[in-house]
């Protein structure tokens, strides 16, 4: 059956009706069944260009404590958390979004602290980036990990300790992924990514794809999982498979420019420079993996000593092991002029976590000094070099709301209201980094687009975010979401 929507205004294209049969865009035809959209503004389905959606759904399953400027107040969130939740003596309970800055030290509780709080109960605390944390003695005995030290780790250390952690059972699991999809699609979302792949969630996403997915979920494994993963969902390596596709392989270059553990040409503020996760030889070696399974290669970057290293090794490839790579920078937020114009001569696409200037825009300035904060996610320039590049929210570093993004790459306000401009761009530009250059970025050129041919992915939203004001964008509603022209999401309200 051809449907055609009309009464309705598509803002990047000027169209005011479209039509869809077979979950694709058609050209207009007669005898079609007629939908009225009461003039609703229509824009293409976002494609999120990186987040981890199933650590986003267990967060729903955490003590969100990014409100909290006190030990006192961390403890108290935890114990009320605790008492209404029932959680069994064995239990971790884990707080999320802890953001030490804001602390009178600017430092995580000690071990110590937490163990006179929680002398039983095994607590971890969570920075924002994932990429470090607290632990108290309980919870380093329950790892099989001598009680020492202060319980503070960073990296590798923080992140394989973390993984080692006891998921909650899977029916609430699963009722937090099941939430995690529909937060997806009330923003606008109608396909989301699994950042980073591992060996632990591969039975959980047995279960989810055997029960279906409610948007296209793509997934990227470290190249140790990639096979497990290739060998369990065979038809996800050249196409969806019940909703789910298998992207390609991801690495880590560094670590977070917010924990100073991004690694960086020029020193922090303070000397230090950070910390390379891959030797140069490892990360040829991954791309070499990538390409002998033709696979993307998505590489975590923050800094620009990561991005350096990332650049050296893709010039050692030839213009068609590239091209067949599809290589990705996550995050590259600390890039030079230089090395955007690397980027642009490499084919490799930067995917910037702008968002970064509202969160952290404060302690970038004070780690980096105002030349570089105002630097940060080179969109502008990126742009002005033709360089398709893409937003992200990192989620659930960021919450999943890519209106957020667009929110940041055009207005770039720290969250005291500090500027940090020079790099500013379009709204316009802004939602094609989340729409047509993100279904690049994922290869998927029937996306991103009410274009005759396309799939039919697309929101109904409550304004024109073209004409709407910049600082209201983050207000903007999405009514309902599209997948494959079929309603996924449907305001209640």
Not at 98 to 122: M, S
Not at 125 to 132: C, E, F, K
Request: aromatic share 8%; with cysteine; glycine share 8%.
């Amino acid at each position: 059956m051809k449907i055609a929507y009309e009464n309705c205004y598509c803002p990047l294209s000027g169209q005011t009706s479209f039509t869809v049969e077979r979950g694709r865009f058609v050209p207009p035809a007669h005898g079609c069944e007629r939908r009225d959209l009461n003039g609703a503004f229509v824009l293409p389905a976002f494609l999120d260009p990186h987040s981890h959606l199933l650590s986003f759904a267990i967060s729903l399953l955490q003590a969100d404590a990014s409100d909290c400027r006190s030990e006192k107040e961390l403890f108290a969130l935890l114990r009320r958390f605790e008492k209404e939740h029932g959680l069994a003596p064995a239990d971790f309970l884990t707080a999320r979004d802890v953001r030490p800055e804001r602390f009178a030290d600017g430092k995580f509780p000690t071990r110590d602290a937490l163990d006179r709080a929680f002398p039983d109960r095994p607590v971890l605390l969570q920075h924002p980036s994932g990429h470090s944390g607290a632990f108290n003695s309980a919870a380093l005995r329950a790892l099989g990990d001598a009680p020492d030290g202060d319980g503070f780790f960073e990296e590798t250390e923080f992140i394989a300790r973390a993984r080692r952690v006891p998921l909650p059972d899977l029916s609430r699991i699963r009722e937090a992924f099941f939430r995690a999809q529909e937060i997806y699609l009330s923003r606008g979302a109608c396909t989301a990514q699994e950042g980073l792949l591992t060996a632990e969630m591969l039975p959980l996403y047995r279960t989810f794809v055997g029960e279906g997915l409610r948007l296209d979920v793509v997934g990227y494994a470290a190249p140790e999982d990639y096979d497990a993963y290739a060998a369990a969902f065979p038809d996800s390596v050249r196409g969806y498979d019940r909703g789910f596709r298998l992207g390609g392989v991801k690495i880590f270059l560094d670590g977070s420019p917010q924990s100073k553990t991004a690694f960086l040409r020029e020193p922090y503020t303070d000397g230090s420079n950070g910390t390379p996760t891959m030797t140069e030889a490892e990360v040829l070696s991954a791309c070499r993996f990538a390409l002998g399974r033709g696979a993307q290669l998505l590489a975590h970057g923050n800094g620009d000593g990561a991005a350096e290293r990332f650049l050296d090794v893709l010039a050692r490839l030839s213009p068609d092991e590239r091209r067949r790579l599809r290589p990705v920078l996550i995050h590259a937020q600390i890039l030079g002029k230089d090395q955007l114009s690397r980027l642009a001569q490499l084919g490799a696409i930067p995917s910037f976590f702008v968002s970064h200037v509202y969160h952290w825009g404060e302690t970038h300035l004070k780690n980096l000094g105002e030349t570089r904060a105002r630097f940060l996610s080179p969109a502008k320039d990126a742009a002005t070099l033709g360089i398709p590049f893409t937003l992200h929210q990192d989620s659930p570093v960021a919450p999943p709301d890519l209106w957020e993004a667009i929110s940041c790459a055009v207005l770039r306000t720290t969250a005291a209201g500090r500027k940090l401009a020079g790099q500013e761009i379009s709204v316009r530009e802004a939602i094609l980094a989340v729409t047509k250059n993100a279904a690049l970025q994922y290869g998927e050129a029937n996306k991103g687009a009410i274009v005759t041919g396309k799939r039919a992915d697309f929101i109904l939203v409550d304004r024109n975010p073209l004409l709407c004001p910049p600082e209201e964008l983050t207000k903007i509603r999405v009514k309902a979401a599209f997948r494959e022209g079929i309603c996924a999401y449907e305001d209640p309200s």
